[in-house]
């Protein structure tokens, strides 16, 4: 078995190999993040065998899942969730939950599916997180189209998120709501004392912008002090890490609610250049590639069902949006793209022994292939009606 130092050396050379084959060899045609799967499949044990997820590497992947989620979460502004697009996001959001909740169910009639909740959460997730360095190049952001998206990217991430620490624990519904409850609490405190550190004329807050462009690098250290405080919150409360790390994402933008361009810059370099593509290549490595050329019936009907589960919900809801045809489509497809959710949400159904591998296999490769061709196929209703705006060659 490759030894903690062998798979890492593979690991960081698939992470140096997927931009380079994606800006060279494929020109932008293919998002980095599919790349980084793939490699993480090849290097796995289920291919070469050349890397492993010891305690070592697992402890950079879940750290690379806490940045990308602290990156979703701050964001998100508190105007997004509480506006009038933020309740329509959520309204959707719901409506594609029961939709969600009641396919499954009729298809776990037939004995097809385990963990239905679990999958039904999976079909409701929106990569916010992937979807955003696309609206930056793009210059979609600040248009009322980036705005939308920006929406219902929200709540396809935070309201997946809850949906797990509600009905995937063990306590029940309401046991689980009394948790969370407190760990808003936790959130709370976490947040108020932040403030109270940072309020100007403190002297605390001199020290660190002192040390913010020095060898301490403090802001970036006490932002990560953040992710890992309420991550083991979060695990104190039996929660997912991943709700932790989220949060920590919307108290940081509380925190600095008008931006830090030094601070994000450092902290994209942290998460972007190192742990966020360790994530990706780790979760490539839990792939069986096997079960899921066993399985294609499987992958094709998933990926359907989140296009019709997600994509349709995004696409109805915003028929009243001013948007003409090719806008909602492409709405729909970016609102149909997930991964990061599909993986977390898996991980914590195989976990639980509630999901196979196999299983978990075919909707990780799903997730991979909405990554792959919905933000593609969006980009291009895109730039045939904004050709000034947006490349379809530009998905990173």
């Known amino acids: 078995m490759p030894s903690a130092a062998e798979s890492l050396f593979w690991i960081t050379l698939c992470a140096v190999l997927a931009p380079l084959l994606a800006g060279i060899v494929l020109r932008r045609r293919v998002p980095e993040v599919v790349l980084l799967l793939v490699l993480g499949v090849v290097i796995g044990p289920h291919v070469l065998d050349l890397a492993v997820t010891g305690d ?52 776990g009639l037939s004995g097809q599916v385990t963990a239905e909740v679990a999958v039904a959460i999976a079909l409701t997730s929106t990569a916010l997180g992937t979807l955003l360095p696309i609206l930056k190049d793009g210059r979609m952001l600040g248009t009322p189209f980036g705005r939308t998206l920006l929406h219902h990217g929200a709540y396809g991430e935070l309201g997946p998120i809850v949906a797990m620490a509600v009905l995937l624990g063990t306590r029940g519904p309401v046991a689980s709501l009394v948790v969370l409850v407190l760990f808003a609490v936790v959130a709370l405190a976490v947040h108020r004392f932040g403030a109270a550190l940072g309020r100007e004329g403190s002297r605390v807050l001199d020290a660190v912008r002192l040390g913010a462009e020095t060898s301490g690098q403090t802001q970036v250290r006490l932002v990560v002090l953040l992710l890992v405080t309420l991550g083991l919150s979060a695990a104190a409360f039996d929660l997912d890490a991943v709700l932790g790390a989220f949060t920590a994402g919307f108290v940081l933008r509380q925190l600095v609610p008008a931006g830090h361009e030094s601070l994000e810059h450092k902290l994209e370099g942290l998460a972007f250049g190192l742990l966020i593509p360790v994530f990706f290549i780790t979760s490539g490595m839990a792939i069986d590639p096997h079960a899921v050329v066993e399985e294609p019936a499987a992958l094709v009907v998933f990926v359907l069902l989140i296009l019709v589960v997600r994509g349709g919900g995004v696409w109805l809801a915003t028929g009243t949006g001013g948007f ?11 609102g149909a793209t997930g991964l990061p959710i599909i993986v977390a949400v898996t991980s914590v159904a195989v976990a639980a022994g509630e999901m196979t591998t196999t299983n978990a296999s075919v909707l990780v490769a799903g997730g991979a292939v909405t990554v792959l061709v919905c933000p593609l196929l969006a980009q291009r209703l895109l730039a045939a009606r904004h050709p000034d705006r947006v490349s379809p060659t530009s998905t990173s």
Do not use: K, Q, S
Request: with cysteine; net charge neutral; aromatic share 8%.
């Open 324 to 334: 003409d045809r090719r806008e909602r489509a492409a709405l729909a497809l970016f």
């Open 56 to 107: 070592g590497v697992e402890m950079l992947r879940e750290l690379g899942l806490g940045m990308l989620f602290l990156l979703a979460g701050y964001e998100i502004e508190p105007a997004e969730l509480v506006g009038r697009g933020g309740r329509r996001a959520l309204t959707t959001w719901l409506a594609c939950l029961g939709v969600a909740l009641g396919l499954i169910w009729l298809i």
